[in-house]
């Protein structure tokens, strides 16, 4: 049966390569390859500062990626619920699941960090609340709105006619959405999905304000104990691009291999 055309919103991050990319001479490569030889040179004609910056970040990229995980999880969680939510026909879940969206989806990621970690201390509750537990709810919050969406204009994108053909077949409404719809939208949804967390890679430099040691605060730190700004943060702009372009390529990867077994 035929899928609907579907519109998904890509948000803030790197590009995922395309087929067209898959050169030696694409865009992702001469990124890649370029960032790669800089931070070779300038460690290797200038091992102080900028080797010894190097050997500094590794804690950083750790946490880094730890609040990445952690929160792409989590936010993935809340956006499956806030999807169904949104396509539910129960009229206070949909309600609920919309509000949510427009609410979260209009406050800065920023803004947000600030309230859960400082706003939200003077309650009881979250007053020991560590500030990468903090840093980890609130971008799960925040980006959990833009998966809700993601998921769902990837299920809205299958076709009725499947979901129709497995309550013929005695399916129940949930074995319907987990074995029949979400399974076929997941190809649809994955792109996107990759891109937002590219973003939220990105984004994650934010929680260095709550003093999470990531790589944008040991850049800083090296930066303010040796005075070497320039030179920290260009070593921490090259890492951050390295790692963004390795995962880009990572989701291509997945989104290839999905399209190799959708063909075969």
């Not at 500062?49 to 050997?55: A, G, Q, W």
């Not at 609040?67 to 499956?80: K, N």
């Not at 990621?109 to 009881?124: N, R």
């Amino acid at each position: 049966m035929s899928k609907k055309e579907v519109n998904i919103h890509v948000g803030d991050g790197a590009a995922i390569p395309s087929k067209k990319d898959r050169g030696l001479f694409s865009a992702w490569w001469i990124s890649f390859i370029g960032a790669v030889a800089i931070i070779i040179y300038l460690c290797m004609t200038e091992p102080d500062p900028y080797l010894d910056i190097l050997k500094f970040l590794p804690d950083g990229i750790l946490v880094t990626f730890q609040v990445t995980i952690y929160s792409i999880l989590l936010s993935l969680v809340i956006g499956l619920v806030t999807g169904l939510g949104r396509l539910s026909r129960n009229r206070f879940f949909n309600l609920i699941a919309s509000t949510y969206v427009e609410i979260i989806r209009g406050i800065p990621l920023l803004v947000q960090l600030f309230y859960i970690y400082y706003a939200l201390g003077k309650f009881e509750l979250f007053s020991n609340l560590p500030p990468l537990a903090a840093a980890v709810i609130a971008m799960a919050i925040c980006y959990g709105a833009y998966m809700g969406e993601v998921f769902r204009a990837g299920i809205d994108s299958i076709d009725h006619g499947q979901t129709e053909a497995a309550r013929t077949l005695g399916f129940n409404r949930s074995q319907t959405m987990f074995l029949v719809v979400l399974p076929q939208a997941w190809r649809t949804i994955l792109p996107p999905v990759g891109n937002e967390f590219i973003a939220l890679l990105k984004d994650s430099s934010l929680v260095s304000i709550l003093a999470v040691a990531d790589i944008l605060r040991r850049g800083r730190e090296f930066a303010s104990e040796s005075f070497y700004y320039f030179e920290a943060f260009t070593m921490v702009a090259l890492v951050y691009l390295v790692i963004t372009l390795i995962l880009s390529k990572g989701v291509s990867r997945m989104e290839h291999k999905l399209n190799y077994y959708e063909r075969h």
